[in-house]
């Protein structure tokens, strides 16, 4: 996460709530399509196959339209290929003792 929190740090100009994303982005200051947006891409990287028209609908709810929807989509499943690929490479991505909490149970999981 730490070339990813980079770029963020870069583009918000906000370090608490790159922090509060790191350590766990239900509990970071959120404008609400934010939260939707996080909620899903979660639901899609730990449990893909419990992602419903429900879930695409609580997006569109929140104010994505079906072009915004397919990108994050796409966007996560694009991360999730990457990640799997070098896993299965045993590359390390990145190794800087930061990831987060939430992160490292979910890796736990796998």
Same mark, same amino acid.
């Given at each position: 996460?730490?070339?990813?929190?980079?770029? +963020?740090?870069?583009?918000?100009? @906000?370090?608490?709530?790159?922090?509060?994303?790191?350590?766990?982005?239900?509990?970071?200051?959120?404008? $609400?399509?934010?939260? #939707?947006?996080?909620?899903?891409? #979660?639901? +899609?990287?730990?449990? $893909?196959? #419990?992602?419903?028209?429900?879930?695409?609908?609580?997006?569109? *709810? #929140?104010?994505? @339209? *079906?072009?915004?929807?397919? *990108?994050?989509?796409?966007?996560?499943?694009?991360?999730?290929?990457?990640?799997?690929?070098?896993?299965? +490479?045993?590359?390390?991505?990145?190794?800087?003792?930061?990831?987060? $909490?939430?992160?490292?149970?979910?890796?736990?999981?796998?």
């Amino acid at each position: 996460m730490v070339h990813h929190g980079e770029a +963020l740090r870069r583009l918000t100009k @906000d370090d608490a709530l790159l922090a509060q994303l790191q350590e766990d982005y239900t509990r970071a200051s959120l404008i $609400p399509a934010d939260r #939707a947006m996080l909620d899903y891409v #979660a639901k +899609l990287t730990l449990t $893909p196959s #419990a992602v419903s028209r429900d879930d695409v609908q609580a997006l569109r *709810d #929140a104010g994505f @339209d *079906d072009r915004a929807i397919l *990108d994050i989509a796409q966007i996560t499943a694009y991360f999730a290929f990457v990640n799997r690929t070098a896993d299965g +490479l045993g590359v390390a991505l990145e190794d800087d003792g930061q990831e987060s $909490p939430r992160l490292r149970e979910a890796g736990a999981q796998r």
